[in-house]
């Protein structure tokens, strides 16, 4: 399977949360631990299954993602950015 790196800001695919941005904090092989700052913050990470993420191309800096403070903002910051492209996806 494939790896993906520290910082990077995935969609979750499947379960409860789905359609949700997290962040991820580690690679175990088939899993990925995330975060969100919210449910899931930075000291008790959720182990999802690769295959119920979708790799979004943006990756968070250790700074945006130090405390859950700053990992929910830079987060609602790239959920609210999807939300506006999938509303009007043909900006000129």
């Given at each position: 399977m494939y790896t993906v790196e520290q910082g990077r800001v995935v969609r979750s695919k499947a379960g409860h949360d789905a359609g949700e941005f997290f962040v991820v904090v580690a690679d175990e092989g088939n899993f990925v631990l995330l975060c969100n700052g919210k449910e899931r913050k930075l000291d008790s990470p959720k182990r999802k299954n690769k295959r119920h993420v979708a790799v979004t191309s943006q990756?968070?800096?250790?700074?945006?993602?130090?405390?859950?403070?700053?990992?929910?903002?830079?987060?609602?910051?790239?959920?609210?950015?999807?939300?506006?492209?999938?509303?009007?996806?043909?900006?000129?």
């Amino acid at each position: 399977m494939y790896t993906v790196e520290q910082g990077r800001v995935v969609r979750s695919k499947a379960g409860h949360d789905a359609g949700e941005f997290f962040v991820v904090v580690a690679d175990e092989g088939n899993f990925v631990l995330l975060c969100n700052g919210k449910e899931r913050k930075l000291d008790s990470p959720k182990r999802k299954n690769k295959r119920h993420v979708a790799v979004t191309s943006q990756i968070l800096s250790e700074t945006e993602m130090q405390t859950d403070c700053r990992l929910r903002r830079n987060l609602n910051k790239i959920g609210a950015t999807a939300k506006e492209e999938r509303k009007c996806p043909n900006k000129i």
